[in-house]
Protein backbone atom coordinates (compact mmCIF):
# COMPACT_ATOMS: atom_id res chain seq x y z
CA UNK A 1 0.00 0.00 0.00
CA UNK A 2 3.05 2.85 1.11
CA UNK A 3 4.23 1.72 -2.59
CA UNK A 4 1.71 2.09 -4.46
CA UNK A 5 0.84 5.77 -2.35
CA UNK A 6 4.25 6.69 -2.96
CA UNK A 7 3.76 5.69 -7.03
CA UNK A 8 0.10 8.00 -7.20
CA UNK A 9 2.13 10.69 -4.90
CA UNK A 10 5.48 11.19 -7.66
CA UNK A 11 2.76 11.11 -10.33
CA UNK A 12 0.76 14.03 -9.39
CA UNK A 13 4.28 15.69 -8.65
CA UNK A 14 5.13 15.06 -12.20
CA UNK A 15 1.43 16.37 -13.89
CA UNK A 16 1.81 19.34 -11.72
CA UNK A 17 5.20 20.10 -12.95
CA UNK A 18 4.13 19.75 -16.12
CA UNK A 19 1.46 22.58 -15.96
CA UNK A 20 4.53 24.80 -15.28
CA UNK A 21 7.50 23.04 -16.81
CA UNK A 22 8.41 23.86 -20.38
CA UNK A 23 8.56 20.26 -21.69
CA UNK A 24 10.03 19.90 -25.06
CA UNK A 25 9.25 15.99 -26.60
CA UNK A 26 11.87 14.65 -28.59
CA UNK A 27 11.52 11.89 -31.63
CA UNK A 28 14.27 9.30 -31.28
CA UNK A 29 15.30 7.43 -34.23
CA UNK A 30 17.72 4.30 -33.51
CA UNK A 31 16.91 2.08 -36.51
CA UNK A 32 19.61 4.35 -38.78
CA UNK A 33 22.90 6.09 -38.34
CA UNK A 34 24.64 8.14 -40.64
CA UNK A 35 27.05 6.01 -43.13
CA UNK A 36 30.36 8.26 -43.21
CA UNK A 37 31.33 6.30 -46.57
CA UNK A 38 27.94 7.14 -48.89
CA UNK A 39 26.53 10.11 -46.65
CA UNK A 40 23.58 8.10 -46.35
CA UNK A 41 21.60 6.47 -43.52
CA UNK A 42 22.15 2.96 -43.12
CA UNK A 43 19.74 0.49 -41.30
CA UNK A 44 21.32 -0.38 -37.92
CA UNK A 45 20.68 -4.61 -37.53
CA UNK A 46 19.40 -5.35 -34.25
CA UNK A 47 18.50 -1.67 -33.10
CA UNK A 48 16.84 -0.87 -30.19
CA UNK A 49 13.34 0.62 -30.47
CA UNK A 50 12.24 3.97 -31.27
CA UNK A 51 11.62 6.11 -28.56
CA UNK A 52 9.82 9.79 -27.49
CA UNK A 53 12.01 11.12 -24.71
CA UNK A 54 10.63 14.02 -22.81
CA UNK A 55 12.55 16.94 -21.27
CA UNK A 56 12.04 19.86 -18.62
CA UNK A 57 13.94 22.67 -20.46
CA UNK A 58 12.78 24.41 -17.20
CA UNK A 59 15.10 22.29 -14.77
CA UNK A 60 18.88 23.97 -14.15
CA UNK A 61 20.35 22.45 -16.67
CA UNK A 62 17.70 20.81 -18.51
CA UNK A 63 16.80 17.15 -17.72
CA UNK A 64 15.20 14.22 -18.82
CA UNK A 65 11.65 13.06 -17.10
CA UNK A 66 9.78 10.58 -19.53
CA UNK A 67 10.69 7.90 -22.29
CA UNK A 68 8.34 6.15 -23.85
CA UNK A 69 8.96 3.57 -27.15
CA UNK A 70 6.97 4.58 -30.05
CA UNK A 71 7.97 4.90 -33.94
CA UNK A 72 9.85 8.03 -35.04
CA UNK A 73 11.99 8.47 -37.97
CA UNK A 74 15.00 10.75 -38.89
CA UNK A 75 13.44 11.31 -42.49
CA UNK A 76 11.93 14.44 -43.69
CA UNK A 77 12.11 17.57 -41.70
CA UNK A 78 12.67 17.88 -38.10
CA UNK A 79 9.42 18.78 -36.92
CA UNK A 80 7.65 15.47 -36.94
CA UNK A 81 6.44 16.09 -33.50
CA UNK A 82 3.76 18.08 -31.76
CA UNK A 83 2.62 19.42 -28.43
CA UNK A 84 -0.81 19.95 -27.24
CA UNK A 85 -1.22 24.18 -25.99
CA UNK A 86 -1.75 22.54 -22.22
CA UNK A 87 1.12 19.75 -22.56
CA UNK A 88 -1.46 17.08 -22.13
CA UNK A 89 -0.86 15.12 -25.18
CA UNK A 90 2.00 15.15 -27.85
CA UNK A 91 1.78 13.26 -31.60
CA UNK A 92 4.51 12.10 -33.23
CA UNK A 93 5.03 10.45 -36.84
CA UNK A 94 6.61 7.59 -37.99
CA UNK A 95 8.27 8.42 -41.93
CA UNK A 96 9.88 5.22 -42.14
CA UNK A 97 10.08 1.61 -41.15
CA UNK A 98 12.89 -1.24 -41.42
CA UNK A 99 11.73 -3.24 -43.82
CA UNK A 100 13.90 -6.74 -42.66
CA UNK A 101 13.40 -8.60 -45.98
CA UNK A 102 15.32 -5.50 -47.78
CA UNK A 103 17.46 -4.43 -44.89
CA UNK A 104 16.34 -0.85 -46.38
CA UNK A 105 13.71 1.41 -45.15
CA UNK A 106 10.34 2.11 -46.42
CA UNK A 107 7.68 4.43 -46.02
CA UNK A 108 5.22 4.08 -43.12
CA UNK A 109 2.01 6.06 -41.86
CA UNK A 110 1.85 6.43 -38.22
CA UNK A 111 0.54 8.70 -36.04
CA UNK A 112 1.38 8.15 -32.12
CA UNK A 113 -0.23 9.87 -29.42
CA UNK A 114 1.46 10.49 -26.33
CA UNK A 115 0.10 10.90 -22.57
CA UNK A 116 2.54 13.58 -21.14
CA UNK A 117 0.57 13.51 -17.98
CA UNK A 118 1.44 10.07 -17.39
CA UNK A 119 4.10 8.92 -15.21
CA UNK A 120 5.73 7.58 -16.93
CA UNK A 121 4.36 9.30 -20.63
CA UNK A 122 2.65 6.64 -22.65
CA UNK A 123 1.38 6.12 -25.91
CA UNK A 124 -2.91 6.50 -25.93
CA UNK A 125 -3.45 5.71 -29.60
CA UNK A 126 -1.38 4.54 -32.79
CA UNK A 127 -3.51 5.93 -35.82
CA UNK A 128 -2.44 5.63 -39.27
CA UNK A 129 -1.76 9.05 -41.51
CA UNK A 130 -0.25 8.62 -45.07
CA UNK A 131 2.88 7.10 -46.14
CA UNK A 132 5.81 9.18 -45.05
CA UNK A 133 3.99 10.89 -42.54
CA UNK A 134 6.06 13.67 -41.65
CA UNK A 135 5.92 17.13 -40.35
CA UNK A 136 2.95 17.49 -37.65
CA UNK A 137 1.09 20.42 -35.97
CA UNK A 138 -2.00 21.03 -33.64
CA UNK A 139 -3.73 24.33 -33.57
CA UNK A 140 -3.64 26.60 -31.24
CA UNK A 141 -6.87 25.71 -29.62
CA UNK A 142 -5.84 22.16 -29.39
CA UNK A 143 -8.83 21.32 -31.17
CA UNK A 144 -7.61 19.74 -35.00
CA UNK A 145 -4.12 18.58 -36.05
CA UNK A 146 -2.84 17.79 -39.49
CA UNK A 147 0.11 15.73 -40.79
CA UNK A 148 2.13 16.15 -44.02
CA UNK A 149 2.29 13.08 -45.72
CA UNK A 150 5.78 13.00 -48.32
CA UNK A 151 5.13 9.60 -50.26
CA UNK A 152 1.44 10.32 -50.81
CA UNK A 153 1.01 13.63 -51.54
CA UNK A 154 -1.72 14.17 -48.77
CA UNK A 155 -2.26 15.99 -45.82
CA UNK A 156 -4.15 14.54 -42.78
CA UNK A 157 -6.68 15.94 -40.46
CA UNK A 158 -7.41 15.10 -37.48
CA UNK A 159 -10.08 16.09 -34.43
CA UNK A 160 -8.81 16.87 -30.80
CA UNK A 161 -11.10 16.09 -27.85
CA UNK A 162 -9.14 16.35 -24.54
CA UNK A 163 -6.51 13.16 -25.32
CA UNK A 164 -8.58 11.54 -27.91
CA UNK A 165 -7.58 12.26 -31.47
CA UNK A 166 -9.66 11.21 -34.73
CA UNK A 167 -9.22 10.93 -37.82
CA UNK A 168 -11.18 13.60 -40.21
CA UNK A 169 -10.24 12.76 -43.68
CA UNK A 170 -7.51 13.86 -45.77
CA UNK A 171 -7.05 16.20 -49.11
CA UNK A 172 -4.59 15.63 -51.70
CA UNK A 173 -1.72 18.16 -53.03
CA UNK A 174 -0.33 16.43 -55.40
CA UNK A 175 0.87 13.27 -56.79
CA UNK A 176 2.72 11.13 -54.55
CA UNK A 177 6.16 12.89 -55.98
CA UNK A 178 4.96 15.91 -54.38
CA UNK A 179 6.56 15.51 -51.08
CA UNK A 180 4.00 17.51 -48.57
CA UNK A 181 6.87 18.28 -45.31
CA UNK A 182 5.58 20.06 -42.81
CA UNK A 183 1.86 22.16 -42.38
CA UNK A 184 1.75 25.40 -39.69
CA UNK A 185 -1.55 26.82 -38.69
CA UNK A 186 -1.98 30.53 -38.04
CA UNK A 187 -3.20 31.52 -34.72
CA UNK A 188 -6.86 31.86 -35.70
CA UNK A 189 -6.72 28.35 -36.77
CA UNK A 190 -8.37 29.27 -40.19
CA UNK A 191 -5.28 28.79 -42.75
CA UNK A 192 -2.52 26.73 -42.79
CA UNK A 193 1.24 26.64 -44.88
CA UNK A 194 2.27 22.89 -46.24
CA UNK A 195 5.84 23.12 -47.13
CA UNK A 196 5.90 20.53 -50.28
CA UNK A 197 9.98 20.05 -51.15
CA UNK A 198 8.95 17.50 -54.24
CA UNK A 199 7.69 20.22 -56.65
CA UNK A 200 9.08 23.40 -54.99
CA UNK A 201 5.62 24.48 -53.77
CA UNK A 202 4.34 25.71 -51.09
CA UNK A 203 -0.21 24.99 -50.66
CA UNK A 204 -2.00 27.38 -48.54
CA UNK A 205 -4.90 25.78 -46.84
CA UNK A 206 -8.05 27.43 -45.82
CA UNK A 207 -9.96 25.81 -42.86
CA UNK A 208 -13.59 25.88 -41.49
CA UNK A 209 -13.89 23.60 -38.62
CA UNK A 210 -12.34 20.16 -39.44
CA UNK A 211 -13.24 21.24 -43.80
CA UNK A 212 -9.76 21.74 -45.30
CA UNK A 213 -9.21 23.04 -48.85
CA UNK A 214 -6.78 24.30 -50.99
CA UNK A 215 -6.72 28.00 -51.67
CA UNK A 216 -3.27 28.77 -53.44
CA UNK A 217 -0.36 27.04 -54.70
CA UNK A 218 3.39 29.53 -54.71
CA UNK A 219 6.90 29.19 -54.71
CA UNK A 220 9.28 30.45 -52.16
CA UNK A 221 12.96 28.44 -53.14
CA UNK A 222 14.50 25.54 -54.26
CA UNK A 223 13.05 22.31 -52.02
CA UNK A 224 10.94 24.25 -48.73
CA UNK A 225 11.30 21.91 -46.34
CA UNK A 226 10.69 23.41 -42.64
CA UNK A 227 8.54 26.12 -41.51
CA UNK A 228 7.07 28.37 -38.50
CA UNK A 229 5.32 30.94 -38.19
CA UNK A 230 5.61 34.24 -35.95
CA UNK A 231 3.58 34.33 -32.86
CA UNK A 232 0.94 36.73 -33.88
CA UNK A 233 0.92 35.10 -37.50
CA UNK A 234 2.09 37.62 -39.72
CA UNK A 235 4.70 35.96 -41.24
CA UNK A 236 5.84 32.75 -42.04
CA UNK A 237 9.63 31.72 -42.24
CA UNK A 238 10.42 28.46 -44.65
CA UNK A 239 13.68 27.10 -45.01
CA UNK A 240 14.43 25.51 -48.06
CA UNK A 241 17.02 22.94 -48.08
CA UNK A 242 18.28 22.91 -52.54
CA UNK A 243 19.73 20.54 -54.18
CA UNK A 244 22.21 18.77 -51.35
CA UNK A 245 25.13 19.71 -53.64
CA UNK A 246 27.40 21.95 -50.84
CA UNK A 247 26.03 24.96 -51.68
CA UNK A 248 24.63 27.69 -49.76
CA UNK A 249 20.76 27.37 -49.19
CA UNK A 250 17.89 30.02 -48.28
CA UNK A 251 15.17 31.04 -46.10
CA UNK A 252 11.99 32.14 -47.43
CA UNK A 253 10.04 34.97 -45.18
CA UNK A 254 5.88 34.73 -46.21
CA UNK A 255 3.66 37.74 -45.77
CA UNK A 256 0.80 36.51 -44.09
CA UNK A 257 -1.33 39.97 -43.89
CA UNK A 258 -1.11 39.79 -47.77
CA UNK A 259 -3.83 39.47 -49.94
CA UNK A 260 -3.16 36.42 -50.88
CA UNK A 261 -0.34 35.41 -48.78
CA UNK A 262 3.25 35.59 -50.67
CA UNK A 263 6.60 34.95 -50.53
CA UNK A 264 8.21 38.77 -50.33
CA UNK A 265 11.71 38.04 -49.79
CA UNK A 266 14.88 35.41 -49.50
CA UNK A 267 18.15 35.00 -47.69
CA UNK A 268 20.94 32.73 -48.41
CA UNK A 269 22.18 31.12 -45.32
CA UNK A 270 24.55 27.73 -45.44
CA UNK A 271 24.17 24.25 -46.86
CA UNK A 272 20.73 22.18 -46.03
CA UNK A 273 18.69 24.33 -43.67
CA UNK A 274 16.81 21.38 -41.81
CA UNK A 275 15.51 22.96 -38.86
CA UNK A 276 14.22 26.33 -38.19
CA UNK A 277 12.73 28.29 -35.73
CA UNK A 278 10.77 31.22 -34.25
CA UNK A 279 11.30 32.32 -30.88
CA UNK A 280 8.61 33.06 -29.11
CA UNK A 281 8.51 36.79 -28.54
CA UNK A 282 9.07 36.59 -32.25
CA UNK A 283 12.29 38.55 -32.72
CA UNK A 284 14.60 35.55 -33.48
CA UNK A 285 14.88 33.16 -36.05
CA UNK A 286 16.83 29.66 -35.79
CA UNK A 287 18.41 27.84 -38.22
CA UNK A 288 20.27 24.12 -38.26
CA UNK A 289 22.17 23.77 -40.84
CA UNK A 290 23.94 20.55 -42.16
CA UNK A 291 26.79 22.35 -43.41
CA UNK A 292 28.35 19.02 -45.14
CA UNK A 293 28.42 16.85 -42.02
CA UNK A 294 26.35 14.89 -43.79
CA UNK A 295 28.49 14.16 -47.07
CA UNK A 296 30.90 11.22 -47.49
CA UNK A 297 34.42 11.47 -46.32
CA UNK A 298 35.34 11.89 -49.44
CA UNK A 299 33.69 14.92 -50.12
CA UNK A 300 35.14 17.43 -50.87
CA UNK A 301 32.17 19.41 -49.31
CA UNK A 302 32.59 17.37 -45.99
CA UNK A 303 32.70 19.45 -42.53
CA UNK A 304 33.38 17.94 -39.15
CA UNK A 305 30.28 20.25 -37.49
CA UNK A 306 27.09 21.94 -38.57
CA UNK A 307 26.03 25.36 -37.98
CA UNK A 308 23.47 26.93 -35.60
CA UNK A 309 22.70 30.21 -37.62
CA UNK A 310 20.66 33.01 -35.31
CA UNK A 311 18.91 35.54 -37.41
CA UNK A 312 17.06 38.97 -36.11
CA UNK A 313 13.53 39.20 -37.71
CA UNK A 314 13.51 43.20 -38.89
CA UNK A 315 10.08 43.62 -40.33
CA UNK A 316 9.91 40.76 -43.24
CA UNK A 317 13.74 41.19 -43.45
CA UNK A 318 16.76 38.89 -41.73
CA UNK A 319 19.38 39.86 -40.45
CA UNK A 320 22.54 37.48 -39.27
CA UNK A 321 23.15 37.92 -35.55
CA UNK A 322 25.40 35.22 -34.88
CA UNK A 323 26.34 31.40 -35.54
CA UNK A 324 27.88 28.75 -33.76
CA UNK A 325 29.43 25.25 -34.66
CA UNK A 326 27.41 22.64 -33.53
CA UNK A 327 26.86 18.21 -34.05
CA UNK A 328 26.92 16.52 -37.19
CA UNK A 329 23.64 15.31 -39.16
CA UNK A 330 22.30 17.55 -36.54
CA UNK A 331 18.11 18.53 -37.13
CA UNK A 332 16.05 20.24 -34.57
CA UNK A 333 15.79 23.42 -32.56
CA UNK A 334 14.17 24.78 -30.16
CA UNK A 335 13.65 27.90 -28.01
CA UNK A 336 13.71 28.55 -24.27
CA UNK A 337 10.00 30.12 -22.96
CA UNK A 338 12.12 33.31 -22.63
CA UNK A 339 13.90 33.20 -26.12
CA UNK A 340 17.03 33.93 -24.69
CA UNK A 341 18.26 29.98 -25.43
CA UNK A 342 18.36 27.62 -28.70
CA UNK A 343 18.63 23.52 -28.37
CA UNK A 344 19.93 21.86 -31.14
CA UNK A 345 19.32 17.93 -31.84
CA UNK A 346 22.53 16.43 -33.03
CA UNK A 347 22.15 13.28 -34.52
CA UNK A 348 25.12 11.40 -34.42
CA UNK A 349 26.69 12.46 -30.77
CA UNK A 350 23.09 11.58 -29.55
CA UNK A 351 22.37 14.98 -27.18
CA UNK A 352 20.63 18.36 -27.17
CA UNK A 353 22.89 20.93 -26.89
CA UNK A 354 22.19 24.58 -25.44
CA UNK A 355 23.19 27.66 -27.39
CA UNK A 356 23.11 30.86 -25.64
CA UNK A 357 21.95 34.87 -27.50
CA UNK A 358 24.47 36.86 -25.73
CA UNK A 359 24.19 41.04 -27.20
CA UNK A 360 26.61 40.25 -30.29
CA UNK A 361 27.03 36.59 -30.47
CA UNK A 362 25.81 33.04 -30.06
CA UNK A 363 27.62 30.95 -27.49
CA UNK A 364 27.98 27.19 -26.79
CA UNK A 365 26.66 26.91 -23.00
CA UNK A 366 28.79 23.21 -22.64
CA UNK A 367 25.12 22.00 -21.33
CA UNK A 368 24.11 18.63 -22.96
CA UNK A 369 21.40 16.81 -22.15
CA UNK A 370 22.39 13.03 -23.82
CA UNK A 371 19.03 10.97 -25.22
CA UNK A 372 19.27 7.47 -26.09
CA UNK A 373 19.37 7.33 -29.58
CA UNK A 374 19.38 9.83 -31.72
CA UNK A 375 17.26 12.83 -31.59
CA UNK A 376 15.72 13.20 -35.20
CA UNK A 377 13.03 16.05 -34.19
CA UNK A 378 11.61 17.76 -31.36
CA UNK A 379 9.15 20.76 -30.24
CA UNK A 380 7.73 22.35 -27.82
CA UNK A 381 3.84 23.61 -26.62
CA UNK A 382 3.10 26.62 -29.61
CA UNK A 383 0.87 28.75 -27.21
Known amino acids: MLTRLLAVFAGSLLCASCATAQLAVVAVDNKVVLDDSTGGAKVVPGAPPDNVTVIDLGAKPPRVVGE ?28 MKVDPAKNQQVPDNKLSVIDLQANPPRVLATLEAGLGAAGVSINKAGTLAMVANRNEGTVSIYTISGKTVTPAGKIKLGDEKSGPCHVVFTPDGRRALVTRDGDHTLSLLTIEGSKVESSRDFAAGIRPYGADITPDGSLVVVANIGRGQGDSDTVSVIDMRLAPPRTVSTFTVGPVPEGVKISPDGKWVAVVMQAGTSKPSTSPFRTDSGLLGVYALEGTSLRKHGEAKIGRWSQGVLFSADSKTVYVGNMVEKDIASYRIEANAVVDTGERVKVNGGPAAMRTAEK
Open 68 to 95: VVAPTSVVGPPLSVAVAPDQSIALVTGA
